[in-house]
């Protein structure tokens, strides 16, 4: 049974930081690309950031230079570090780990920055 569990969410003034956690269980999560996606109210989900079995990193322009996702395959976990945070950042935030047609998804953890 494949489990994707976030944390780390909350509410953050504008300017503020805050570090997502994802920990998976039930697949092999060194091989698996892992990704953040997220959601605001009335908008569509999309990418956030990834990062491949190898390493390798992409981002949304919205949040380059601003996050940071890294992983750990020793504790089967990917982080998300957000500086900066602006009111738009305001979602539900979602882990993913895809591989070939294996798609999953943790449960999300919202993320709101207000004043």
């Known amino acids: 049974q494949v489990q994707l569990v976030e944390s780390g969410g909350g509410l953050v003034q504008p300017g503020g930081s805050l570090r997502l956690s994802c920990v998976a269980s039930g697949i092999r999560f060194n091989i698996y690309t892992m990704g953040w996606y997220r959601q605001a109210p009335g908008k569509q989900r999309e990418l956030v950031a990834a990062i491949t079995s190898g390493g390798s990193t992409n981002y949304a322009d919205s949040v380059k230079g601003r996050f940071t996702i890294s992983r750990d395959n020793a504790k089967n976990t990917v982080y998300l570090q957000m500086n900066s945070l602006k009111p738009e950042d305001t979602a539900v935030y979602y882990c993913?780990?895809?591989?070939?047609?294996?798609?999953?998804w943790g449960q999300g953890t919202q993320v709101t920055v207000s004043s």
């Open positions: 993913n780990s895809r591989l070939y047609q294996s798609n999953y």
